[in-house]
């Protein structure tokens, strides 16, 4: 087996590595777009009077315009690849992050993270399955490229914020179209590379065009996907309550200002970025079950102790759990591609999906819980989100199934 040194060597002398660092690139672009909703919440807060139910409406309208729609976008794309389908989603967010930035009345914002979220939907399957074709079979490393790409937005996103933002008001998340218009020039040799690649091929059923057989029968793979589905829910729960009101719980708890609460949420993201690049190389290496198995499960220690520490503690215990949480999904989104090798993009916007879908609906139930017991309470009762990650038990290890007749 190579080391991740010379795996890394291996594929940037690929032909297609230009396409995955520009995949990245735009994920990043787009996630510091996306980011730039949650980063303002404090702001929004005191500018419209909003109540912690009202913000979590907002992540709610947010999370379901950004997950409902990717397996539909992503099914459809499988059946007709559209070379433009990337560009058409940074418009729909660019012209949401305008009437972000505008917005007065709670309808308004409403309205403006709906239209983040559909191209947030479109996106992410899409550049997903392309990052799948342009792997050239190390699709762990190629995702995890990809990924960290979104999780380094995600985690500057609230930083620029703090920077460009907060000091000044709402009005200056236009110098964020900045942000879009760098996302526009990246999707240009994607759109070409991929262009080049549907003429040649004439589908996308698979990184070499062909159509591969499953490994598990059809009863196996509903029953895999459910596992799939709880550790994604005992992730994502826990991620929103730290997404959405992180910067709340420092504020109220250690009584830090809003710019050091930005500060203290990039340090957690950021850990996110680190977490999925290492997800996805070790999962090649040592399989995925493990990396699953240990990602989500090994973050319990660090969740159930956060809410009886002093704020330093505090910070290096949100590090730890970013660092291993974010390391799932990668592994995650890959096994699943491995039991559905021939959609691609349905498997990527239905897990997508699902996780900002469970993203939102946590959002809303934790706003309601923080109003009536406090924000400290949230995190008490959040902490045990990650036990569930003993479901990884029964997921079956892929690389050691022989092929199993399709039912």
Not at 2 to 31: G, Y
Not at 258 to 280: D, E, R
Not at 289 to 294: G, L, N, R, S, T
Request: aromatic share 12%.
């Amino acid at each position: 087996m190579q080391p991740l040194s010379a795996r890394l060597r291996s594929i940037a002398a690929q032909s297609t590595f230009p396409v995955l660092v520009a995949l990245s690139c735009v994920h990043c672009f787009n996630d510091i777009l996306q980011a730039v909703i949650t980063a303002v919440y404090p702001m929004l807060k005191d500018d419209l009077n909003l109540s912690f139910a009202q913000i979590g409406l907002i992540t709610l309208v947010y999370q379901i315009a950004a997950s409902v729609f990717q397996p539909v976008v992503g099914l459809a794309f499988d059946r007709r690849p559209m070379v433009a389908s990337l560009p058409m989603g940074m418009i729909s967010t660019t012209l949401g992050i305008i009437l972000f930035a505008f917005s007065s009345s709670l309808t308004a914002v409403l309205i403006s993270v709906f239209l983040v979220g559909i191209g947030s939907s479109t996106l992410h399957p899409e550049a997903s399955r392309i990052t799948s074709l342009a792997s050239h079979g190390r699709r762990g490393l190629a995702q995890s490229i990809f990924q960290v790409g979104g999780n380094f937005g995600s985690s500057v996103g609230p930083l620029l914020v703090a920077m460009f933002v907060a000091p000044y008001g709402r009005r200056y998340i236009l110098l964020f179209l900045i942000i879009s218009a760098c996302a526009f020039a990246a999707m240009r040799p994607i759109c070409r590379w991929y262009r080049g690649y549907l003429d040649h091929h004439g589908s996308v059923r698979g990184a070499d065009g062909k159509l591969r057989k499953r490994p598990l029968s059809t009863r196996r793979t509903i029953w895999v996907v459910s596992v799939l589905m709880i550790l994604i829910f005992s992730k994502y729960v826990y991620m929103a309550s730290l997404t959405s009101y992180y910067t709340f719980y420092l504020i109220e708890q250690f009584g830090v200002t809003i710019k050091m609460s930005q500060i203290f949420l990039f340090v957690f993201l950021f850990a996110t970025a680190a977490g999925t690049l290492v997800g996805g190389p070790v999962g090649d290496r040592y399989g995925r079950k493990p990396v699953i198995w240990a990602s989500i499960l090994g973050a319990a220690p660090f969740t159930l102790l956060m809410p009886h520490v002093g704020l330093a503690a505090t910070v290096i215990l949100i590090f730890c759990v970013g660092f291993m949480l974010s390391s799932a999904f990668p592994a995650i989104l890959l096994y699943s591609q491995e039991l559905l090798p021939n959609k691609l993009g349905l498997v990527s916007g239905l897990f997508f999906g699902f996780a900002f879908g469970i993203a939102g609906i946590a959002s809303a139930v934790l706003g309601d819980f923080a109003d009536l017991y406090g924000i400290k309470e949230v995190y008490n009762w959040c902490a045990f989100m990650p036990l569930l990650g003993l479901v990884a038990v029964f997921l079956p290890n892929l690389k050691k199934l022989p092929g199993e007749e399709n039912l």
